[in-house]
């Protein structure tokens, strides 16, 4: 009976040990920020940009950058992943400028030369700041919201306390919270994540079109999370598909540049079902087979 009850207390203990750990290490896990110094400077190959800083009210600095178009028709708001820093995301930028459209990417606290205490209140906060900075140059019907991977939860977000023209979601999750369940389903991650950033929730509340755009072969993020999601709000909410798509190289299939391509430069325009079948059912085998 000892033994039994020795064994269960080195097992509670290396769980507790365990759990511990993942509270105050999540955040090395789930963002992989690259540092750059104050006086880096930025350069693109034709493109032509502007960078600023925003201060926040607990003393952290915002950096971002603005990618400016010729006759700018909007603008697009550029959430971008959990790694590296806009140095390297900054090459996407050609993805909408080349349709007419400014981008707006910024570096979430601890990457690149932004600083501050990472939490997601914070970043949530930090990231209403910069789109309304944006309203003030800009009508909210000329601003997307575009949130990649990790940064479409807080692309949703910023989506259901305001309102864009639209939004665009690149290989979203359902939430962080589901994503590391998958990797370790028996710690309690509700107890135990900071970030458990429930796309799902806020999507509720998004009233703009929602545009979703995920590959079949995505291994970190599953195709069918975008499935899910996309049937919170299918009214209106369109999800494309990239044929052998994965998590991190949507942008070398032209399929999604042609998905990207009709989406924002696309007006919503309502469907007329007069005298489409939309109402018409097929009869049973059993009305079939008395008629």
């Not at 097992?11 to 992989?32: R, T």
């Not at 999604?256 to 469907?271: A, F």
Request: aromatic fraction near 12%; charged fraction near 25%; charge should be positive.
């Amino acid at each position: 009976m000892q033994n039994w009850l020795y064994i269960v207390l080195v097992i509670l203990g290396i769980y507790i040990l365990l759990s511990v750990l993942l509270f105050y290490l999540q955040d090395y896990f789930l963002f992989k920020p690259e540092k750059l110094s104050k006086d880096f400077q930025f350069h693109y190959d034709n493109q032509e940009i502007e960078e600023y800083n925003i201060e926040t009210r607990d003393g952290a600095t915002i950096n971002g950058l603005r990618f400016k178009s010729q006759k700018p028709k909007g603008v697009v708001f550029y959430l971008k992943g959990n790694s590296k820093s806009i140095k390297g995301w900054g090459k996407f930028a050609v993805d909408f400028t080349r349709h007419g459209y400014d981008v707006i990417m910024v570096d979430y606290r601890g990457f690149g030369k932004s600083t501050g205490r990472r939490t997601q209140k914070a970043i949530k906060r930090d990231m209403q700041v910069v789109y309304d900075k944006i309203k003030e140059q800009v009508a909210e019907k000329y601003i997307i919201l575009y949130g990649r991977s990790m940064g479409s939860g807080f692309a949703a977000k910023l989506a259901s306390m305001n309102n864009p023209r639209m939004l665009i979601l690149d290989a979203p999750y359902y939430s962080l919270s589901k994503v590391a369940k998958k990797f370790i389903p028996f710690m309690p991650l509700s107890l135990l994540i900071k970030f458990p950033m429930p796309t799902y929730k806020w999507l509720r509340y998004v009233n703009c079109p929602i545009h979703i755009i995920h590959g079949t072969d995505d291994r970190l993020i599953p195709y069918k999370t975008s499935v899910k999601l996309s049937k919170i709000k299918p009214e209106s909410t369109t999800l494309y598909t990239v044929i052998g798509g994965g998590h991190k190289d949507l942008n070398t299939f032209e399929s999604y540049h042609k998905m990207l391509g009709e989406i924002i430069t696309s007006r919503p325009t309502k469907v007329n079902l007069e005298g489409s079948s939309i109402n018409v059912k097929h009869s049973s085998k059993h009305a079939n087979a008395k008629a």
